[in-house]
């Protein structure tokens, strides 16, 4: 049982480069999300889905991109990366019924220069 | 706008002793206060939940009071552990929105031997 696995770990992208982020969890949990972490700050939500084929704005949402074609994988796309977007991106997942407890994968460092 | 404070950025307890993390919250509409605990290089993890109806909830060494007059909350750990050395966020969630949680900035404990 793996829990909530994000690929790649690491990453640097030039400006305007593109990349996804992948995450996939394996506990059957109907809700998933995507977070970004700054230096000094708390998670901040950028997308959430509450089902497979349906997803929502966060809080931060401008620059990303999400599809969840498959309940057990959540997509994060960058379209055009800035530098602004250098962060440390979290995934979650959620059961329906306890939506508050979610489980978190281990983090993606992004650094776009 | 910081919904969720945790104005101290940093703590330092003897083992055996008491931990007290401090919380502060803005939104009446918040209807579940979480407590997560992180690791570095690793993503947060679950730690403690109190519904808004309740005052207090215990879970082994971890303990969680709300004052909802005060807008305030705080996670007791007794006794403290080496082991328990991590960030602790403090994290709430609106009770009309369902999904998302708005996180503090956290807390970093330090349990010295």
């Known amino acids: 049982n793996a829990g909530v696995t994000q690929t790649p770990k690491f990453r640097v992208l030039k400006t305007g480069q593109s990349m996804t982020l992948l995450c996939a969890q394996d506990?059957?949990?109907?809700?998933m999300y995507w977070y970004r972490q700054d230096p000094g700050m708390g998670l901040r939500l950028i997308h959430y889905?509450?089902?497979?084929?349906?997803?929502a704005k966060g809080e931060v949402p401008d620059g990303y991109n999400v599809s969840r074609l498959k309940k057990q994988n959540f997509l994060l796309g960058l379209e055009s990366a800035a530098p602004s977007q250098t962060s440390v991106y979290f995934c979650?997942?959620?059961?329906?019924?306890?939506?508050?407890?979610?489980?978190f994968g281990p983090g993606t460092r992004l650094t776009v220069t | 706008d910081q919904q969720v404070k945790q104005n101290s950025p940093s703590l330092s307890v003897q083992e055996g002793r008491i931990s007290i993390l401090n919380c502060d919250y803005t939104?009446?509409?918040?209807?579940?206060f979480l407590w997560y605990k992180k690791y570095p290089a690793e993503g947060p993890t679950f730690l403690i939940s109190?519904?808004?109806?309740?005052d207090k909830n215990e879970d082994g060494r971890f303990t969680v009071f709300l004052n909802k007059s005060a807008k305030h909350l705080s996670l007791h750990i007794v006794p403290s552990q080496p082991g328990d050395s991590a960030v602790y966020f403090c994290?709430?969630?609106?009770?009309?929105?369902?999904?998302?949680?708005?996180f503090g900035k956290g807390t970093s404990l330090l349990v010295t031997p």
């Open positions: 994290a709430a969630r609106r009770g009309n929105s369902g999904y998302a949680l708005n």
């Open positions: 939104n009446s509409m918040f209807d579940y």
């Open positions: 109190i519904s808004s109806i309740k």
């Open positions: 979650a997942s959620s059961p329906r019924r306890h939506s508050y407890e979610q489980y």
């Open positions: 506990m059957n949990h109907e809700y």
């Open positions: 889905s509450v089902g497979e084929g349906t997803t």
